[in-house]
């Protein structure tokens, strides 16, 4: 089991940057493929970005591809979302998902756990 605490959201302006970390309990986070996924009120989780165990393969949603990165450090239990050119539409809660299979979860359905959410807005 793991446990996740998001952290990094804020207000910040269009065209702006923010960094998004994800900070995760126990001793095999590194057995876990990760993403980040966003959500809006009255709307669905979207994802945004994954990231498979050895940080060797990573997935982005057209909508974020170009603007923003998606990291790990296995030795520090983290994850991070480096978000650069920030838009108005980025506006959501973004969460942090964790999920015990080998492929890539880019669907909130394919997670097993999950964080509790930071809230980011941007100003247009």
């Known amino acids: 089991q793991v446990q996740l605490v998001e952290s990094g959201g804020g207000l910040v302006q269009a065209g702006g940057s923010l960094r998004l970390s994800c900070a995760a309990s126990?001793?095999?986070?590194?057995?876990?493929?990760m993403s980040w996924f966003r959500q809006t009120p009255g709307k669905e989780r979207e994802f945004v970005a994954a990231i498979s165990r050895n940080s060797l393969t990573t997935y982005y949603a057209d909508s974020v591809k170009g603007r923003f990165t998606i990291s790990r450090d296995n030795a520090e239990n983290t994850m991070h979302l480096e978000m650069n050119n920030l838009k108005f539409q980025d506006t959501a809660v973004y969460y942090c998902a964790a999920a015990n299979r080998g492929l890539l979860a880019t669907r909130a359905t394919e997670c097993d756990y999950w964080g509790q959410g930071t809230q980011v807005t941007v100003s247009s």
């Open positions: 126990g001793r095999t986070f590194s057995s876990y493929t």
